[in-house]
Each structure stands twice: as C-alpha cells, then as structure tokens.
C-alpha cells in the first residue's frame, strides 16, 4: 500500500484510455464480498423462523439496529430510506477495514467519497422535491430572491464537504501507516502496526462512517421536512 494511486491497467474504448486504478479494483473486492454475504444471508434466511436464533438472530438485530437509528435520525415517514444508507454504511465501513488486509481503503481516493455524497446530494433534492414540492423550492429565493446563488452554492456545499471530511481522514490514516511501514526498521513492524491499524481502520473508519452517514440522513430529513 502506497501513498500514490497505482493504475493496474489501462484499456482503450472507442479511441478513449480508462484505467483500471487500485481503487476500482479495491472497490470491486468489497462489494463482492458484501455480495457474496448478501446471498448466503439471503439462502440462510430462507427457512425463516418466527422464533429466530443463531445466525437469523444476528442478521435481524443488525438490520433492526440500523432501522430504528434511521427512524430515530429521520422519523418513520423517511425510514423507507434506510435500505440504501445501509449500502452506504457497509461499504464505508469495509472500505476502511480493508487497510488492515494491507490494500488501500477506496474512501482514500477523493473520487469515491465525491461519488457517494453526490448521490446523497441527488437523494436529498429528490426528497426535498417529493415530500415539499414548491415549498423546497421556494427555500433557494429567501429571504429574497437576489440570494438564490448563496442558497444553491450552501446546499452543494454539503457533499464537497462530506466527501472531503472522509477522505481527508481516510488518507491521513493511509499516509501515517504507510510511512510507519517505510521509515521503521522491520524488528519494530510486528506489534505497534496493530495498535496503528485499530486505531485508524477500525476506530477512526468506523467513526467517519457513522458521521458520513448521520449527515447525509439529517441532510435529507432538512430537505423533506
């Protein structure tokens, strides 16, 4: 894992060049996994119990714990969304355990944070729109319709700062640990790079995961109410 985003490959399209980044290929890793759990929860859950134990146990508390934060965040008219947030919470928070595994978490490239708080950008006008109609609307021109600019700058504002708030905490872990790793001696790269990975993958991640998430869901509560 290195400061630098390695492009793996490069394929051309139509006379246009992609490249195949460390990043997509990360993120492809993570959401196969989240993929391939989804399906054996979902073959699992099959012979559905009405008294649930075991593994049914543990996939209904995760999913009621998730359900009952979003109604408590949003209210019960919005908790529909919950579904997709709890997308965005797996993937954020898998993305920075992926560190410990010695890959470069995706949420430490700007592109990704931008992608998935843009699509929080378009979930809240949505919203907005859906539950307020003109009253959302009528919001860009107050208190007077000169303001119109400030008020749309203000609410695009809301994703450049989500995106930048995870990625600058994601990449500050990345740079801390990578230059641990490049700059120690090998004899003191067993035991501290532990302590290092817990604090910054799994504390730190989860964390900004839970911020990310809270923010894009009271984003779109203001919207809708």
């Known amino acids: 894992m290195g400061l630098e985003i390695e492009n793996l490959k490069s394929i051309e399209i139509f006379g246009h060049e992609f490249w195949i980044t460390e990043t997509i290929v990360n993120t492809w890793f993570i959401m196969l996994f989240l993929i391939v759990v989804a399906i054996i929860a979902r073959i699992k859950l099959r012979n559905f119990k009405e008294v649930p134990s075991g593994f049914q146990n543990a996939i209904e508390a995760v999913v009621e714990i998730f359900e009952n934060f979003v109604k408590s965040t949003v209210g019960e008219k919005l908790s529909y969304i919950a579904p997709w947030f709890f997308m965005?919470?797996?993937?954020?928070?898998?993305?920075?355990?992926?560190?410990?595994?010695?890959?470069?978490?995706?949420?430490?490239?700007?592109?990704?944070?931008?992608a998935i708080a843009f699509v929080s950008l378009v979930l809240m006008f949505y919203m907005?729109?859906?539950?307020?109609?003109?009253?959302?609307?009528k919001e860009f021109f107050e208190p007077h319709?000169?303001?119109?600019?400030?008020?749309?700058?203000?609410?695009?504002?809301?994703?450049?700062s989500l995106?930048?708030?995870?990625?600058?905490?994601?990449?500050?872990?990345?740079?801390?640990?990578t230059?641990?790793?490049a700059l120690t001696p090998m004899l003191v790269q067993f035991g501290i790079p532990s302590l290092l990975h817990a604090f910054f993958d799994v504390i730190i991640g989860a964390l900004q995961t839970y911020i990310f998430v809270i923010l894009?869901?009271?984003?779109?509560?203001?919207?809708?109410d």
């Not at 907005?128 to 959302?136: E, L, S, V, W």
């Not at 319709?145 to 450049?160: D, H, Q």
């Not at 995106?163 to 640990?177: A, D, E, K």
């Open 88 to 114: 965005v919470f797996m993937f954020l928070l898998w993305s920075a355990l992926l560190s410990i595994f010695g890959l470069r978490p995706p949420t430490a490239d700007w592109a990704t944070t931008f």
């Open 216 to 224: 894009s869901l009271m984003y779109v509560k203001t919207a809708a």
């Open 163 to 177: 995106s930048f708030r995870l990625f600058g905490n994601m990449l500050s872990g990345t740079i801390i640990i």
């Open 179 to 181: 230059l641990y790793y």
């Open 145 to 160: 319709f000169v303001f119109f600019p400030m008020n749309l700058i203000g609410e695009l504002a809301k994703p450049v």
């Open 128 to 137: 907005g729109f859906k539950h307020r109609k003109g009253d959302y609307l």
